[in-house]
């Protein structure tokens, strides 16, 4: 049974909801509704429709495609009359109604002040269409789906059926979506970034991963400074060296923590930010620059700053050939890459380039950045010291093998962090 049977007073308690296919209970039938333009008086019973396709209307007039959808209902009414009946359903008053319905000069029947009906057909938004056809749920649907064509195929039989429109009445509208499955679950996400302020006992660093058909992008507890060396990392690697970096905005201590002082530390916990990127595993390539792209956009909201890849003139150490480089160039028979336990390092048969990258990376705090300038393409024989911090003494050992470094003051690729334009 749909309802226990006491009308009124128990009609909003004790109902199971009736779903496609239920046969509808005889007290729904013959029970008596308040209406707004129903034909003989101000009462309307599903009975008098028994013999038609019943469609009941949910709406309200705060709802613009309830409105627009009027019309048409009205239209459809007029064409099919023989065969449907209209019945629109709102839990607004008698009056607000009859109001709406002169303005607007609307014809079709509408139950008034409703508590019972949408509860026996729960929905969370309108226009909510419920089909009625030979004493049963035929179907649940959008407005949308009611069309001249749709409702004659159902007459004929040529529709058995119309995907249902489903509520979810576990989805909590004040909470984010998705976060402990509201509204939906991990399956469910297409493309996702959030910030958050530091996360305690969590770690930091960034972690890129490939897993599910999803590429990922997690920096935790991360400084603003940090955050864009790691989204530029993976577009050009040498703009994420410190020594290719210019901070030129004026807000520095309000924005940048003391190098000294622990992320933990309560003094600077509000200087640091976690960021997650997740895509499908197609925009792996694009997805460090959406992360530049969502830090722009964050940071030029609180802090008024950006980052970007300008061109300006920096003083160098431009690494060039100096006479012969036949000591370095390759003679060996196979390629291999030796890390002794003395930080010696012995490459063999390795990219000229490969050594260039090592060295950049070597001197890319405290020092210049290094350029590469000597043209050389061949492979290489070097065994060099991987922890030299004294990069004159690094020079004087590139002497060794036909190349110099030079002091010079050059136009190259910065990532610069300023004042938002």
């Known amino acids: 049974m749909l309802i226990q049977t006491a009308i009124p007073a128990k009609q909003t308690q004790d109902i199971t909801p009736l779903r496609i296919g239920?046969?509808?209970p005889e007290e729904l039938w013959k029970m008596s509704f308040t209406a707004v333009n129903q034909e003989g008086g101000e009462n309307i019973s599903l009975e008098n429709y028994r013999d038609k396709l019943i469609i009941l209307d949910f709406w309200s007039t705060w709802c613009s495609p309830c409105i627009k959808a009027i019309p048409k209902f009205e239209q459809l009414q007029h064409d099919l009359k023989n065969n449907v009946q209209f019945i629109m359903v709102t839990s607004q008053s008698k009056d607000a109604i009859y109001q709406f319905f002169i303005k607007r000069n609307v014809k079709l029947p509408s139950l008034v002040n409703d508590t019972l009906l949408t509860k026996i057909f729960p929905h969370r938004y309108v226009p909510h269409e419920v089909w009625i056809k030979d004493g049963e749920i035929f179907a649940i649907t959008g407005e949308k789906d009611v069309t001249l064509d749709n409702i004659k195929q159902v007459l004929n039989g040529r529709i058995k059926s119309f995907?249902?429109?489903?509520?979810?009445?576990?989805?909590?509208?004040?909470?984010?979506?998705?976060?402990?499955?509201?509204?939906?679950?991990?399956?469910?996400?297409?493309?996702?970034?959030?910030?958050?302020?530091?996360l305690e006992g969590i770690g930091g660093g960034g972690v890129f991963t490939d897993s599910s058909g999803w590429y990922k992008i997690r920096a935790l507890n991360g400084n603003v400074?940090?955050?864009?060396?790691?989204?530029?990392?993976?577009?050009?690697?040498?703009?994420s060296y410190a020594n290719r970096c210019i901070l030129d905005f004026d807000q520095q201590e309000e924005v940048l923590p003391p190098p000294e002082v622990p992320a933990y530390s309560p003094a600077v916990r509000d200087k640091y930010y976690c960021y997650e990127l997740i895509v499908p595993v197609g925009l792996k390539?694009?997805?460090?620059?959406?992360?530049?792209?969502d830090l722009n956009r964050f940071f030029g909201t609180i802090y008024?700053?950006?980052?970007?890849?300008?061109r300006r003139k920096v003083k160098c150490w431009v690494l060039r050939k100096k006479g012969l480089i036949e000591n370095l160039v390759s003679k060996s028979d196979s390629s291999g890459i030796i890390n002794s336990d003395s930080n010696q390092v012995i490459y063999r048969k390795q990219p000229f380039q490969n050594f260039y990258n090592t060295v950049a990376s070597m001197y890319s705090k405290e020092t210049a950045p290094i350029i590469d300038s000597t043209?050389?393409?061949?492979d290489v024989d070097i065994s060099f010291q991987a922890k030299e911090k004294d990069i004159l003494k690094f020079k004087s050992f590139l002497n060794q093998y036909g190349l110099d470094l030079k002091q010079e003051l050059c136009e190259i690729d910065m990532l610069v962090i300023k004042q938002k334009e």
């Open 22 to 24: 239920d046969k509808v």
């Open 163 to 198: 995907p249902e429109k489903k509520s979810n009445f576990d989805y909590d509208l004040t909470q984010p979506l998705l976060l402990n499955d509201n509204g939906g679950g991990v399956k469910d996400l297409l493309y996702h970034s959030l910030f958050t302020g530091y």
């Open 225 to 239: 400074l940090q955050l864009y060396q790691g989204a530029i990392r993976y577009i050009n690697k040498p703009l």
């Open 285 to 293: 390539e694009r997805a460090p620059q959406l992360m530049l792209e």
């Open 304 to 310: 008024n700053i950006q980052a970007n890849v300008e």
């Open 375 to 378: 043209g050389i393409t061949s």
